[in-house]
């Protein structure tokens, strides 16, 4: 007992003994311009042993306990601000105020970010590539959607393909349809669900309320899991507890542009807070110039009588409620819609979005290390519909996503780890229109697990390590993505990085249950030619065709009377069968039939036959094929071999990296990133699978063929022969007609799958291919020359735009894969901005020219160079938050195309009128 007692009583006095030796730092951060209080700024205190700090409250005010006597760092920084660093001794146990004045820059050089490792760092000791778009450059931007912020940002392809239409990808493998980029808006995924395409135009990312948006480039699937193979762009929105006050916006512009957007915040005491952010626009889109060659072929592929809606609109509102049960706990209840009309550009071709809905629900709570939250996403197409068939979309498809993580340190923060779960449920609901017989089986359930530590090698050298492994119920076995990281830091404004990232990315829902009639041809007297675009996610095998030794294909055209009777070959190239000239033949004439008299006398006279409309009835009786006979046969065979497509796989990236990134002095920011990627396993487009049966053995062609026929048909010829009508006169007609039907080229038959048994049915399936390697550059300088004016330029370069099948080890198959997206792009620009004054910023970017192979979106697009200019006025003089703004996007009106199948783009001047209250 005395030896308890003489214990306890040792404890006691070395207790009182340090608490005797410890201190208190307490002060105010608040802003040097205006004196108000910056709440939420964070504070970090450092010594030898120790690394510490707080937040500052909603009045700016921060505290830190129990810090043991001694010297050390003290830096605060708040987005949009210089960061204040300071330097103090403890020496005693009275409290020491320490107060900051930060004042405002446009543009900070190391900013913090949270979307690289899922916690918040400073982006020069960022194991990943990473741009921060801070408030004062979203304030002095206007444009009709808050993704065109993007445009100058390195590493960023943006093809605008309409007034508020953009594809957005980070290092090229763009698409019409795109979703590769994962965009985050306040830690929800913010893809359309199923489609798992990013409509930017509905996100409720609006200037008013985007605090920062963060671009993480490179592979991600270690913390976030499927389809972070290229990167993150992160849209943060600001907090009520932080940002409270009423906020409204009204502008307008060219192409009858008419847009608002309003934001209210407020606290309620100090633990309840809310906030109401909204958004509606309207305006005339880009047209498609039935003059413009590709215009036009885009316009002839829409359905008959079909016109294309060129109006342009969409609303958004948006709820978020914040309870604050502790200084470092929070629970956030958020949610709205969005609604859009507009054109749009898909896989399946070009979509009329009408009344296209959106709906969002979301749960958060921090409290210190911890993060959970949960949310759902749902789409309503409304009466949306594809213009080249004129068939109705309809989508009530939803995402239902879970998430937890904890994150914490060890040895005195030398240590860090983070480790989380991740549950997605994707249901797709489109009641048979879009994904047809897998309607009832294309549920995707994706559960992950991860881990990530950094540790502290020496005082310059950091290593993160993360893995993480995950399963679905689409492929069989689990996937692992690792990710190793090396920052040196040879001084605290230099470092050094090199990584390693495995990402994949799961078939997309379209690419695995789509099941869509794309074209219907008639041939006539109900004949059918249709092309169906079918999932793969089981594969597709050709066992049936394969059964008799030989191959069988459907009939195209009626053989013996008989539609849809097999046809069946030996061999590929050796016809077992022939199918007659007058097969062929009847669907000729009943085009020709179709054809108005005074169009068939045009086209006899072409060929220097002139006849009356009496004679050219007679004709048409001759050629009857009741009257003529033709029993000549013509050979037939089958264009390719089937070949069996298999179940989709995960497209795997491999990503090698490295990079550099300083501060010289305290104005000049340099990065630069070298990149090497292995990508394999590609998802094609819907590409034909099923061969079909052709017309061979025609000397010199079809019309030379079908002359010879009528020349050996005695009595057609003798007859032809009393009006001076020539054998190869009529075979010329005929030819053409042929070719007007598509008959010429669409052969007799065509090889059905097991899975699909439908005769005249061409099948576009999707299929993995491919393994290609390739490089790429990324070039960053930021400079601020006053605290007024800065000016920046970036500069991406990729080794290769466009993979052929020998660079993808397919030869032979005529696969190939493009990046859609330029190899080469640079960008440039200044940023001038005078408090309560005036504004001005400029940015040049060239575009070097590429090739597009995207779906049914196949060419070129041209080399562009755009110049954006902006000015504005801030009132605060006058009436406090008071600004107008002004932008001409390509001001030199150079009409160019972005994307192919999209509109040229020109000029686009908005002016906008915002108003802020306290």
């Given at each position: ?20 030796q ?6 105010r ?13 964070n ?20 505290r ?20 204040g ?82 594809e957005i ?25 199923s ?22 480039r ?22 009520p ?6 906020a ?14 309003f ?12 906030k ?33 809606n ?51 629900a ?6 210190g ?70 309607e ?36 069989s ?22 990584t ?19 074209q ?32 069988t ?5 009626p ?5 849809g ?18 097969d ?9 039939s ?19 409309e009496?004679?050219i ?14 029993r ?36 000049l920011l ?17 590409t ?14 079809f019309?030379?063929a ?47 799958t097991?899975q ?14 491919g ?53 080469l ?16 910023n ?32 801030d ?10 703004d ?28 915002s108003?802020?209250?306290?």
């Open positions: 007992m005395k030896r308890l007692m003489l214990s306890l009583l040792f404890v006691s006095l070395i207790s009182q003994n340090v608490a005797a410890s201190s208190v730092l307490q002060g951060v608040t802003d040097a311009e205006t004196g108000h209080p910056l709440p939420g700024a504070v970090v205190v450092t010594a030898v042993e120790t690394r510490t700090g707080a937040a500052t409250n909603l009045d700016g005010d921060f830190v306990p129990n810090l043991p006597f001694g010297n050390y760092s003290v830096e605060v920084s708040f987005i949009g601000y210089a960061t660093r300071k330097r103090l001794e403890l020496s005693s146990d009275v409290a020491v105020i320490l107060n900051f004045a930060l004042k405002p820059v446009s543009i900070t050089l190391n900013p913090v970010s949270i979307s690289a490792s899922k916690r918040p760092e400073k982006t020069l000791n960022s194991p990943a590539s990473i741009s921060v778009i801070e408030p004062r450059e979203i304030a002095l931007d206007v444009a009709p959607s808050s993704a065109a912020i993007l445009r100058n940002t390195t590493g960023v392809d943006m093809a605008t393909t309409g007034i508020d239409r953009n990808v980070l290092r090229g493998f763009n698409n019409a349809f795109s979703g590769s980029a994962y965009i985050l808006t306040d830690y929800r995924r913010a893809a359309v669900p489609l798992d395409v990013n409509l930017h135009s509905i996100m409720p990312n609006m200037a008013l309320d985007l605090e920062r948006v963060e671009v993480v490179g592979p991600g699937s270690a913390l976030y899991g499927a389809g972070v193979d290229a990167g993150v762009i992160h849209y943060l929105t600001k907090n507890f932080d940002h409270p006050g009423t409204v916006s009204f502008g307008g512009g060219e192409r009858s542009s008419v847009s608002g957007s934001r209210h915040a407020g606290v309620l005491g100090p633990r309840f807070g809310y109401l952010t909204g958004q509606f626009a309207q305006a005339d889109d880009w047209v498609l110039s039935p003059n413009d060659s590709l215009d036009a072929e885009q316009l002839q592929s829409d359905q008959e009588g079909l016109t294309r060129n109006d342009y609109k969409k609303l958004n509102v948006n709820g978020l409620v914040q309870y604050k049960w502790s200084d470092v706990t929070t629970l956030s209840l958020n949610g709205g819609f969005s609604t859009l009309d507009a054109t749009v550009l898909s896989g399946i071709g070009t979509v009329q979005a009408d009344d296209f809905g959106y709906t969002y979301q749960m958060r709570l921090r409290s290390g911890f993060f959970a939250q949960a949310y759902v996403n749902r789409n309503s197409a409304g009466e949306s519909f594809v213009y080249g068939t004129g068939d109705r979309i309809i989508d009530k498809s939803s995402l239902f996503s879970a998430q937890t993580q904890y994150d914490t340190d060890f040895s005195g923060g030398r240590h860090r780890v983070t480790f989380g779960a991740d549950y997605d449920r994707t249901n797709p609901v489109t009641e048979a229109s879009i994904f047809g017989i897998f009832d089986e294309d549920l995707i359930s994706e559960f992950g697990l991860y881990a990530q530590s950094l540790t502290e090698i020496t005082p310059k050298l950091d290593l993160t390590l993360a893995v993480r492994g995950d399963l679905n119920n689409i492929e076995g689990l996937q692992i993505s690792p990710r190793a990281a090396l920052v040196f830091k040879a001084t605290p404004k230099h470092s050094f990085r090199a390693y990232n495995r990402a994949y990315d799961l078939p997309a829902a379209n690419s695995l249950f789509l099941d869509i009639v794309a219907v041809d008639t041939l006539g007297d109900g004949m059918l030619l249709t092309q169906r675009g079918l999932g793969s996610v089981d594969g597709h095998t050709f066992d049936s065709a394969r059964a008799g030794g030989g191959i294909a459907s009939a195209l055209l053989v013996e009377g008989v539609w009777q097999p046809l069946h070959y030996s061999g590929i190239g050796v016809p077992e069968r022939n199918v007659a000239w007058g062929v033949y009847q669907a000729i004439f009943n085009n020709l179709s054809i108005p008299t005074d169009e068939i006398q045009r086209l006899l006279a072409e060929n220097q036959v002139e006849l009356s009496e004679n009835e007679v004709l048409l009786g001759l050629l009857s094929p009741s009257r003529t006979v033709l000549d046969s013509a050979q037939t065979q089958i264009n390719f071999a089937p070949i069996d497509i298999e179940p989709l796989k995960s497209t795997i990236t491999h990503g090698f990296e490295v990079g550099y990134k300083g501060l010289i002095g305290e104005k340099f990065a630069a990133d070298a990149y090497y990627m292995i990508k394999k396993n590609f998802v094609s487009g819907a034909q699978v099923t061969p079909q049966a052709v017309y061979t053995d025609f000397v010199g062609g019309q030379p079908m002359a010879d026929a009528i020349r050996r048909n005695f009595f057609l010829n003798l007859a032809l022969g009393q009006f001076d009508v020539p054998a190869d006169t009529v075979a010329a007609l005929l030819a053409e007609i042929a070719a007007a039907g598509g008959i010429e080229e669409l052969g007799v038959g065509v090889v059905q097991d699909v048994q439908v005769p005249g049915q061409i099948v576009g399936a999707f299929r993995n291919f393994t290609v390697d390739f490089w790429g550059l990324d070039l960053t300088l930021q400079y601020l020359a006053t605290d007024n004016l800065s000016l920046f330029a970036n500069a991406s370069l990729v080794s290769d735009d466009f993979f052929d099948d020998n660079e993808l080890e397919e030869p032979g198959t005529g696969l190939n894969v493009a990046l859609n997206a330029t190899g792009k640079w960008k440039a620009g200044f940023s001038y901005s005078v408090p309560k004054g005036i504004s001005l400029s940015s040049i970017r060239f575009t070097k020219g590429f090739p597009v192979l995207s779906g049914p979106y196949v060419g070129n697009v041209e080399d562009y160079f755009l110049w954006d200019l902006g000015a504005g006025y009132f605060g003089k006058f009436a406090r938050d008071l600004r107008l002004v932008m001409v996007q390509n001001l030199l009106n150079d009409e160019h195309r972005e994307f192919i199948g999209a509109p040229r783009i020109g000029r686009l001047a908005l002016a906008r009128l108003y802020s209250l306290p």
